[in-house]
């Protein structure tokens, strides 16, 4: 079965900075892929940025990024010059050969101006 | 940029009755999927669809719910005599089949159910 564990329920940056969001999975499959989703209190789950597990290259999106540490079977998100439209529940995601999402519990990010 | 639409955005019904939730995904897309999230925990999986039939479900997933697409448009999630514990946000989401189970699933703004 997999996991996935998001430990800080909430984090704050300042409007300008840079933020990492941790998250840890565990799965028994090779073969896995990773998302970053957004939910701002619109509610809708905005995908983020989304990484293959083979790919030992860290995927990038704008001013958002990651750190893929395979062998760690970490995934954190990382936001640059945040800006106040950042401010957001993220959830880590990982899906295997089944196309299931599992999620993890989520962080609220605030951004401060 | 296309949307996968979810109606109602709330829904507020007793407790025992019958419920139908309301997904129209991407159009182009194959593979659909509804998933729940209750108040203040993670976001659950509850079925995937593919081809007409369930591909996979959760353990939630039981002899309460059922999934349908009944035309070439909508899909939906039927919750039959429903429970208190049912009360959460609902999601619908879709992916393109090609290179699945990778791709990424596009989310709809979610119907919230509310039983009394």
């Known amino acids: 079965a997999q996991t996935v564990t998001q430990s800080q329920p909430e984090m704050s940056v300042q409007e300008a900075e840079t933020v990492t969001l941790s998250c840890t999975y565990d799965?028994?499959?090779?073969?896995?892929?990773l998302f970053w989703y957004k939910q701002p209190p619109s509610r809708q789950m905005i995908l983020v940025i989304r990484q293959e597990a083979y790919k030992q290259q860290n995927a990038t999106e704008n001013r958002f990024s990651v750190n893929f540490q395979k062998a760690a079977k970490s995934f954190s998100l990382k936001i640059s010059d945040s800006q106040l439209g950042d401010a957001a529940m993220y959830f880590c995601?990982?899906?295997?050969?089944?196309?299931?999402?599992?999620f993890g519990k989520g962080i609220t990010l605030s951004v401060r101006p | 940029e296309p949307e996968v639409t979810q109606t109602p955005s709330h829904q507020v019904t007793q407790m025992g009755q019958e419920v139908i939730l309301r997904c129209v995904p991407i159009s182009n897309h194959l593979y659909f999927y509804w998933y729940r999230q209750i108040l203040g925990q993670k976001v659950e999986f509850l079925v995937s669809?593919?081809?007409?039939?369930?591909?996979?479900k959760s353990e939630i997933f039981d002899d309460q719910f059922s999934v349908e697409r009944p035309d070439g448009s909508n899909f939906t999630l039927k919750i039959r005599s429903t429970k208190l514990e049912d009360s959460a946000m609902y999601f619908c989401a879709s992916s393109e089949a090609r290179g699945a189970p990778g791709q990424p699933q596009h989310f709809g703004d979610g119907t919230r159910l509310s039983i009394l």
């Open positions: 799965t028994s499959e090779s073969d896995y892929y």
């Open positions: 995601a990982h899906t295997g050969a089944n196309s299931k999402l599992t």
């Open positions: 669809f593919y081809n007409n039939e369930i591909s996979e």
